[in-house]
């Protein structure tokens, strides 16, 4: 089944309709190489089709999300930035909060860190927006004074 035919089904399943708005922000999902923000994937979308407007794109994020279909990142620039999951395994991102970037990271590699927080605090993870801030290794060695190598 597609992402296409996965989206339209639940969106049926919830009584909601297959909007040309829907469809071009979907396809618009598509197209991103790396996660952007509801306001890039808006102005794309409304390249695609017209009658685009911000609300339609946030709900319909939320539905793709919902679904596992998105994956949500809160990031360092205080955004969210959303991606499409496809065929991809869940993953946790890890945010730089010095330079921005965003580095995804195999969720089942970490599975142990889920268990315990099922096990000790009975707290399920959601898997399409587990996002973990802090500073990514080449921000650790700008930061890090130069030594002599003497």
């Not at 939320?62 to 596992?68: A, F, K, M, N, T």
């Not at 096990?119 to 990514?136: A, L, Y």
Request: with cysteine; aromatic share 6%.
């Amino acid at each position: 089944m597609t992402c296409e035919d996965r989206f339209l089904s639940q969106l049926h399943q919830r009584g909601f309709r297959f909007t040309p708005q829907r469809r071009a922000i979907l396809q618009v999902m598509h197209l991103l190489d790396a996660p952007d923000t509801a306001e890039v994937i808006l102005q794309r979308a409304l390249a695609v089709t017209a009658g685009i407007n911000r609300s339609t794109v946030y709900r319909t994020l939320e539905v793709l999300s919902d679904l596992g279909l998105v994956s949500v990142i809160d990031a360092a620039d205080d955004q969210r930035h959303y991606l499409l999951m496809g065929d991809e395994e869940p993953h946790i991102h890890l945010v730089c909060q010095s330079c921005g970037s965003v580095t995804a990271v195999s969720f089942t590699k970490h599975d142990g860190l889920v268990n315990h927080l099922w096990d000790e605090h009975h707290f399920k993870v959601n898997t399409s927006s587990f996002t973990i801030s802090g500073i990514c290794r080449d921000c650790l060695e700008k930061q890090q004074p130069h030594r002599d190598t003497a």
